[in-house]
């Protein structure tokens, strides 16, 4: 059975920093890609990051892109999201994802798990 399991999300000020993590079981890890998701209140689910399932290619939304990084530990069956010059429109509660394959999608439908997701909550 599938676990997706996410961890970090806090309140933090405008400009602050985050890192969340996702720790994943009953799956071979490594042959998965694995992606960030968010949601805002009101708001659909939107891609964050994505990451192939080697960690060598990866995809950003162009709201995060150059403030994010994912990265993924195979030993560990871990993905991070590492959140810098964080902003009050980063507020979401962001779901962790597997990927049904190797490579890595912005699309919601490529992926077939979903963690419960974890609150992050940027001050102004």
């Known amino acids: 059975q599938v676990q997706l399991v996410e961890s970090g999300g806090r309140l933090v000020q405008d400009g602050g920093s985050l890192r969340l993590s996702c720790a994943a079981s009953?799956?071979?890890?490594?042959?998965?890609?694995m992606g960030w998701f968010r949601q805002a209140p009101g708001k659909e689910r939107e891609f964050v990051a994505a990451?192939?399932?080697?960690?060598?290619?990866?995809y950003y939304a162009d709201s995060v892109k150059g403030r994010f990084t994912i990265s993924r530990d195979n030993a560990k069956n871990t993905v991070y999201l590492q959140m810098n010059t964080l902003k009050p429109e980063d507020t979401a509660l962001y779901y962790c994802?597997?990927?049904?394959?190797?490579?890595?999608?912005?699309?919601?439908?490529?992926?077939?798990?979903w963690g419960q997701g974890t609150q992050v909550t940027v001050s102004s």
């Open positions: 994802a597997k990927d049904r394959d190797t490579m890595g999608s912005v699309s919601r439908d490529a992926y077939d798990y």
């Open positions: 009953g799956l071979t890890f490594s042959s998965y890609a």
């Open positions: 990451l192939s399932s080697s960690g060598r290619r990866t």
